[in-house]
């Protein structure tokens, strides 16, 4: 699992500054929650992660990422690599224009994964998978045994993982365009989990979804935050009181506190804090 | 509203209906299949096939032509590739070309020709034609090429994946139905374009059996036969332009269905 740290980072588009020396350590292996007033720099402090920043021409980063041990801004830097290692999850779920099947296999396939590579992944996952979830078990035997088929196992493996192989077996080479957009947002989800990252971020990923798809994505974070650390950017508290075991809180580019969320919740140290908590600014 | 509606649909009612009146009585098997006896211009036997073959090798060519440089080009216009300025003087440029009169593409294919000491050729058609098309596929893919949401891309860059694999597996399918209407806009443009090809093809009575040799077209058949005081002769005027019609009615639909089955993908 990938350690994540951040040192004076300082984030601006053109001349307008939208984060402001941050300095933190995001805790592996749980569930980060990244809070704040809309236009705080959320969504930017999570695009600086995997440097997705970089496709915006004008965005301008110092100070230091540090992942695994290595400075991700360093010139010398694999962003492919890099990218692998840290899954990306959108506010709005975008099908990639293609069938189920082949948004899964996509991230594979680009990383020229092999048959061999299919099977140690393979027998690492049946090692991985924790006993509350027992339907991937079988999963995996079978692809052990049937090497023709491994992709396809490996596909319905991350749908399961992702809760969304119940509904979509009978249709995987259907579009993928044509899921619901809760569906959409869990495909997202095997899709990124496919490429085998050790960190999830996830830029508001419940913001465009119904109730009850929203719940299915809390509770699949839940349960990934065994084997991946996560960070969720989200403007809703009570998201955050749910499933957050690390709170950061960004106001005005600015980190003003950050801490376990008990704590956080609990007993806020600065007034920023607490206003926010208890509803008076939003 | 429903006037405007009506004289739009009153219009193309109109010219399939006056077409279809004057090209229908003549149209048939032998029309469709013989080339012209005794000269176009007035021999009284035979048919139009050297027109509407002469007009798909052209325009076919044109469209193979123009597709091979105008998609390329469309991708290279993203921002991805070219930058800001570059771009929107390349843009400019080919706004320009796409308003251009296709007398002038004409004009401008008979100076090279001569320059070169060549005649008129279904090569020469071709590179004309392929003048007059590449701006409006390329505008017109490039423009869909760049609605594609940022969003949709940074899926693909956040799962790991190059500038080309982004280009060649996302935005290229995601752009597909576009792609297609572009093609088959330009296709449209060029079947049915007379100025460009009046020089540069030349006319002929025969099929071509190469790219040099000259070559007719749908357009030049109805030009040249039109205006004859001897009916037969006319009547194959008509039967091209009802060909023409039919070709460019058949394209358009064709290329609804096509775009409609490939945005299956697709999530705007």
């Known amino acids: 699992m990938s350690h994540i740290s951040l040192r004076n980072l300082t984030i601006g588009y053109g001349n307008e500054q939208v984060l402001r020396d941050i300095t933190v350590d995001i805790p592996d292996g749980q569930i980060t929650a990244v809070i704040g007033p809309s236009g705080c720099g959320k969504t930017t402090l999570l695009k600086s992660l995997n440097r997705l920043i970089d496709l915006y021409e004008q965005a301008k980063v110092e100070g230091q990422v540090i992942i695994d041990g290595m400075n991700i801004y360093d010139p010398r830097t694999d962003i492919l690599a890099l990218r692998k290692k840290v899954g990306f999850l959108s506010q709005k779920p975008y099908p990639l224009p293609m069938s189920i099947y082949d948004n899964i296999r996509f991230g594979p396939k680009i990383h020229g994964m092999n048959g061999e590579q299919i099977q140690r992944r393979i027998a690492a996952l049946e090692k991985q998978i924790s006993l509350d979830e027992p339907s991937l078990k079988p999963v995996l035997q079978k692809a052990r045994f049937k090497k023709d088929r491994q992709m396809e196992l490996l596909v319905e493996y991350y749908l399961r993982l992702a809760g969304l192989w119940n509904e979509v077996k009978d249709r995987l080479n259907g579009p993928a365009s044509q899921l619901s957009i809760g569906q959409q947002q869990r495909l997202a989800l095997a899709r990124a989990l496919a490429i085998e990252p050790e960190v999830i971020l996830a830029d508001e990923p419940t913001s465009a ?10 509770k699949q974070f839940k349960f990934l935050k065994e084997n991946y650390t996560i ?52 | 509203m429903i006037a405007s509606v009506s004289m739009v649909l009153a219009l193309l009612i109109g010219i399939i209906l006056v077409i279809t009146l004057r090209g229908a009585s003549s149209l048939n098997l032998s029309m469709l299949i013989q080339t012209p006896k005794g000269g176009y211009y007035l021999g009284k036997e035979g048919g139009i096939a050297n027109a509407i073959v002469g007009s798909l090798y052209l325009s076919l060519g044109a469209t193979l032509l123009s597709f091979l440089f105008g998609l390329p080009i469309a991708f290279a216009l993203q921002k991805e590739y070219t930058g800001r300025s570059l771009s929107n003087i390349t843009r400019l440029a080919l706004d320009i070309l796409w308003g251009t009169p296709s007398i002038v593409y004409g004009a401008f294919g008979f100076v090279v020709m001569v320059y070169f000491g060549l005649r008129a050729s279904l090569l020469g058609g071709i590179i004309a034609l392929t003048l007059l098309m590449l701006p409006i596929m390329t505008r017109s893919i490039e423009e869909v090429i760049r609605m594609i949401p940022l969003e949709l891309k940074e899926t693909s860059y956040a799962l790991g994946s190059t500038r080309i694999e982004t280009t060649l597996k996302v935005m290229f399918r995601q752009a597909l139905p576009g792609i297609t209407t572009g093609i088959l806009l330009a296709f449209g443009r060029g079947i049915g374009d007379a100025a460009s090809v009046l020089f540069t093809a030349g006319y002929t009575d025969h099929i071509p059996r190469s790219l040099f040799d000259p070559v007719a077209s749908l357009p030049l058949a109805v030009f040249f036969q039109v205006a004859t005081p001897i009916p037969e002769v006319q009547q194959r005027a008509y039967a091209s332009a009802l060909i023409l019609l039919m070709i460019v009615l058949f394209v358009s639909i064709f290329s609804r269905l096509l775009s409609r089955r490939f945005s299956r993908h697709i999530v705007r």
């Open chain 1, 209 to 218: 979804l119904d109730p009850i798809s929203a719940q299915l994505i809390e």
């Open chain 1, 231 to 282: 960070v969720v950017v989200t403007h809703i508290l009570r998201q955050a009181r749910r499933i957050a075991d690390y709170v950061i809180f960004l106001y005005m580019g600015e980190l003003v506190e950050h801490g376990p969320a008990g704590q956080f919740f609990s007993s806020p140290r600065d007034e920023r804090t607490r206003a926010y908590i208890s509803g008076e600014i939003s």
